[in-house]
C-alpha cells in the first residue's frame, strides 16, 4: 500500500510540468534561441534555415542571422533577394558585423557585374583584420572583379588566396596563377615593382622567366624547373607545379626517323601537293639553294604530268589562293613575321626517312594501315579536307600533322592541324586593326558561304578582343563590278551586323528555311536593320577589311574612293588574296594606303629564297604560298611532341609566327605591308 501511494504522489506532480513544458513549446517567442555561431566562419546551411531563424530570433541576434542569409542567398545565385536583404540590415552594427556587410556587399556588386563598384569596395576592406573564411572570399572577389585581366593585383589576389584553400582547390589556383603570369606582357613585366617582402611573388616571376627563356627548348626547360624549385623550396608551385609545367617535365620526344607523306599526287590537287612537297624536301635538306624536285609518290604513275588548278564546284578540290574558293579548299596563305623579322634559320640536312603516300589512289584507313607496316612513326597529311574529316573516326597510334582543318575539331592526342585558312588571315585581320584602336569594322567579302565564313571568323576573333558590332557587306562578280563602276557608281559602305554565336544567352533570332536543299535566309531583324544605318548615316565605319582577289581590288578601292571623302574615309585592309605578282606601279599607286597581310617568304623575310622559289612557280604566289607550307610542315613535323605537349611552344616559319592552341590548332600571326607612294614598306 506504502509503495502504491507513493507513485501515485510522483505522477501527479509530473502533470503540472508537463502541461507546463507543452505551452511552452506553442509559443515561438518563449523558445530557447539557436546562437548563429561565428559569421565570420563558413555559412554551411540553406537561405531558407538562415531566414526562418531570423524571423524567429531576439533582436540581439537578428543581424547575425540576417548576414549568413544573405551570403547563402548569394551563394545559391539569388541576388534579387540577397540585395533587399543587404538593403533592410540595421544601422547599428558592430564592428565585426559591419565589416561582414561590406564584404557581402563587395561580393553583390560582383554578381550584379559591377566590378568597378566591387573594386572600389574591396579597397576600404583590410584583408589582415578579416578570418580565414573571410579572406578565401575577399581574394576570391578580387579575382572575379577582374575578369579576363591579367595584372599584379589579381596574381597577388591568387597568392593570398592559396594558403588558405585545401587540398582540392590547390592545384586549380596554382595552374590559374600560372595562366595569368603568362598573360603578362613585355611591357607589364618591366614595369612591375614589387615589395622587398614579397616572396612567393618574387619566385613565381622567376620562374615565369625561366619559361620564356627556355621553352624552345624542353631538356633546358626541365634543368631551370628542376633548379627553381631547388632555390625557392617553400613556393607553392615547388611543391606542386602548374599543370603546364608538369607537361613538360612529362615531355617525351616523338620519333621523326620515319615520315610518311600523304598527298593526292593525281587528279586536279596534284600541281598544289607538288608545291607543298618541294618545299617538305627543301626543308629537310637544310632549304638548298635550288628547288628540290618532288620524290616518287606510291602508286603514282611516273608519266603523269599536274592539271590545271581545280574546278571550284568540286567539294574536294585544294585550290590556289588566286582562284574562287570552296568549302574544301586550302586557299591563301596568311604570315606572321614582319619584313624586318630574319628568316628562319635553316634545319640541318636530316637522315629521316620520307616516303610519300598517293592519297587519290586509296581509302585512307589503308593507307594509315600501310604507313604503319612500313615504319612511319609520323603522318604528315592528308591534304583534302575530306580525308582530314576522317581522321577523327580513324583509330591509330600515328602521330599526325593534317595539312587541312576540319569544321569541328576534336582534341585527339596525336593530331595536330596545319592549314592555310582565309578564317585564320581572318582573325589575325581582326587582331592587327584592334590595335590601330578601329571600333566599327566592316567585312567587305564575296557574296555566298565563302564571305559568311571570313566575316563570322573575323567578327568572334573581333569581339575576343573586346570589340563589339562587325557589319557584313557582299560583291558579287567582276563583271559586276565593271558595269558598276562603268556607270560611275561607287561602293557605299553599308551592312548588317554578323552574328556570332557565344555561350551568352541571346535573344531568339529568325531562323532560314530549308526546302528541297535550297535555303531561304530569313529577313534581317529590326534591332540588325537599325544597327546597320545607324552606324553607316553617323559615319562610323572607320575600318574595312577587303577580301578580294587583285582584278577585284582594282575596280573595288577606287569605287570605295569614289563613295566616300577624305574626311570619313576609313582605313582599307586587304587579304593576301589581293598580292599577286606583275602589279605594275599603276597599280601600286592606286592602291595607296591600303594595308595588306601575307606570308613571311612574300613579305621579305628571305628574299633570295622568294626568288628562288618564284622563278620555280613562274611567280605564280599561290604555289609559293603553298611551297611555303611545305617548308613549315617539315619543322612542324620535327618539333611535332612540342607543339602538342608543351604550351606556349612557338616557330618562326616562311607562312608565319606558328604556335598552338589546347587542340594542337596551328595559328599563324602575320606581318603587314602597305602601299606608300608606290612603294611596299611595313605597315606601322
Known amino acids: 500500500m506504502l509503495s502504491s501511494t507513493i507513485v501515485r504522489t510522483h505522477a501527479g506532480r509530473l502533470v503540472p510540468i508537463i502541461l507546463a513544458a507543452l505551452f511552452l513549446a506553442g509559443c515561438p517567442s518563449q523558445a530557447p534561441q539557436t546562437p548563429p555561431g561565428n559569421i565570420q566562419d563558413e555559412a554551411t546551411a540553406g537561405s531558407d534555415y538562415y531566414l526562418q531563424q531570423l524571423q524567429q530570433s531576439s533582436d540581439d541576434n537578428k543581424a547575425d542571422w540576417q548576414l549568413l542569409a544573405i551570403r547563402a542567398l548569394l551563394k545559391e545565385g539569388k541576388v534579387p533577394q540577397a540585395a533587399e536583404q543587404l538593403g533592410t540590415l540595421p544601422q547599428a552594427l558592430s564592428d565585426v558585423q559591419r565589416q561582414e556587410q561590406q564584404l557581402l556587399t563587395a561580393e553583390l556588386q560582383v554578381a550584379q557585374k559591377d566590378n568597378n563598384a566591387a573594386n572600389a569596395t574591396l579597397e576600404k576592406l583590410d584583408p589582415n583584420a578579416l578570418s580565414a573564411n573571410q579572406k578565401v572570399r575577399y581574394y576570391q572577389a578580387q579575382i572575379d572583379a577582374n575578369p579576363g585581366k591579367s595584372g599584379l593585383s589579381l596574381i597577388r589576389a591568387y597568392i593570398g588566396q592559396e594558403p588558405l584553400l585545401n587540398a582540392q582547390a590547390h592545384q586549380d589556383n596554382i595552374d590559374k596563377t600560372w595562366a595569368a603570369l603568362i598573360q603578362l606582357t613585355p611591357q607589364d613585366l618591366n614595369s612591375l615593382v614589387i615589395n622587398a617582402n614579397e616572396n612567393v611573388l618574387q619566385g613565381w616571376l622567376d620562374l615565369l622567366r625561366i619559361y620564356q627563356d627556355n621553352n624552345q627548348d624542353p631538356n633546358l626547360l626541365k634543368v631551370g624547373i628542376k633548379d627553381w624549385q631547388t632555390r625557392y623550396p617553400q613556393n607553392p608551385a615547388a611543391k606542386s607545379l602548374p599543370s603546364q609545367l608538369n607537361q613538360v617535365l612529362n615531355f617525351q620526344q616523338a620519333s621523326t626517323s620515319n615520315i610518311a607523306l600523304f598527298l593526292p599526287m593525281n587528279g586536279q590537287a596534284q600541281v598544289f601537293a607538288n608545291a607543298i612537297q618541294q618545299g617538305f624536301n627543301a626543308a629537310q635538306n637544310g632549304i638548298p639553294t635550288t628547288v628540290a624536285a618532288p620524290t616518287q609518290p606510291v602508286g603514282q604513275d611516273p608519266n603523269s604530268t599536274a592539271v590545271a588548278p581545280a574546278n571550284p564546284d568540286d567539294p574536294n578540290a585544294v585550290v590556289s589562293p588566286s582562284a574562287v574558293p570552296v568549302e574544301n579548299a586550302v586557299v591563301q596563305a596568311a604570315a606572321v613575321a614582319a619584313p624586318a623579322t630574319p628568316a628562319p634559320v635553316a634545319t640541318p640536312v636530316s637522315h629521316a626517312q620520307v616516303k610519300v603516300y598517293d592519297t587519290s589512289s586509296q581509302p585512307l584507313p589503308a593507307l ?306 602597305q602601299y606608300r607612294q608606290g612603294s611596299l614598306v611595313p605597315a606601322s
Open 368 to 673: 594509315l594501315e600501310q604507313a604503319q607496316k612500313d615504319g612511319a612513326t609520323l603522318i604528315v597529311g592528308p591534304l583534302l579536307k575530306s580525308n582530314v574529316e576522317q581522321l577523327s573516326g580513324i583509330q591509330t597510334p600515328l602521330n599526325i600533322l593534317a595539312l587541312n582543318q576540319p569544321e569541328t575539331v576534336k582534341n585527339s592526342p596525336n593530331i595536330c592541324y596545319f592549314a592555310l585558312s582565309p578564317e585564320d588571315e581572318a582573325r589575325d585581320a581582326a587582331r592587327h586593326i584592334w590595335s590601330q584602336h578601329k571600333q566599327m569594322p566592316l567585312v567587305l567579302a564575296p557574296r555566298g558561304s565563302f564571305g559568311d565564313r571570313i566575316a563570322k571568323a573575323f567578327a568572334d576573333e573581333w569581339q575576343k578582343q573586346g570589340g563589339q558590332t562587325v557589319l557584313q557587306q557582299g560583291f558579287g562578280s567582276t563583271g559586276e563590278l565593271k558595269q558598276a563602276i562603268n556607270s560611275g557608281a561607287g561602293i557605299r559602305l553599308s551592312g548588317t551586323p554578323v552574328v556570332v554565336t557565344t555561350n551568352v544567352t541571346a535573344p531568339a533570332q529568325a531562323q532560314g528555311v530549308t526546302i528541297g536543299g535550297i535555303t531561304i535566309p530569313a529577313p534581317p531583324s529590326d534591332e540588325q536593320i537599325t544597327s546597320s544605318s545607324s552606324s553607316v548615316q553617323s559615319g562610323k565605319i572607320d575600318a574595312v577589311y577587303i577580301v578580294a582577289t587583285q582584278d577585284e581590288m582594282t575596280l573595288i578601292k577606287p569605287m570605295i574612293d569614289m563613295s566616300t571623302n577624305s574626311r570619313s574615309k576609313p582605313a582599307l585592309f586587304a587579304s593576301s588574296r589581293s598580292y599577286q605578282a606583275g602589279a605594275g606601279p599603276d597599280y601600286r599607286l592606286e592602291m595607296e594606303g591600303l594595308q595588306f597581310s601575307d606570308i613571311p617568304l612574300l613579305a621579305g623575310a628571305n628574299p633570295q629564297l622568294m626568288q628562288q622559289a618564284s622563278a620555280q612557280f613562274k611567280n605564280d604566289y599561290s604555289l609559293v604560298r603553298l611551297y611555303a607550307m611545305g617548308m613549315d610542315s617539315w619543322a612542324l613535323a620535327s618539333h611535332f611532341a612540342e607543339m602538342r605537349q608543351i604550351p606556349g611552344f612557338q616557330l618562326t616559319g616562311s607562312t608565319g609566327e606558328l604556335s598552338a592552341n589546347d587542340d594542337c590548332v596551328i595559328h599563324r600571326k602575320l606581318p603587314w605591308l
